[in-house]
């Protein structure tokens, strides 16, 4: 999937473990461990606010894009 969720690199940076951040926005572990992971398929957008709001960034601090994983997989399609 072309869209890299970096929030293992945020929490990191601001020294804050995923259970902290659960309390603080109030999402369950499993859920918050499912976009960690990148396994996520959707995103709310008052979710993200929440994310944003609790560690002080932009919500492209915690999403990139990656259009080279995208032509891997096209590679390999052919």
């Known amino acids: 999937m072309p ?7 945020m929490l990191l940076e601001r020294r804050m473990s995923l259970t902290e951040l659960c309390d603080r926005v109030g999402i369950t572990m499993a859920n918050l461990s499912i976009l ?4 996520a398929k959707a995103v709310r957008f008052s979710t993200l606010e929440a994310l944003c709001r ?3 960034c932009q919500p492209g601090d915690l999403l990139s894009f990656d259009d080279e994983d995208e032509e891997d997989g096209r590679d390999a399609a052919r």
Not at 3 to 9: F, Y
Not at 36 to 39: A, D, L
């Open 3 to 9: 869209i890299r969720v970096t929030l293992d690199r």
């Open 36 to 39: 960690k992971t990148g396994k």
């Open 54 to 56: 609790e560690l002080g």
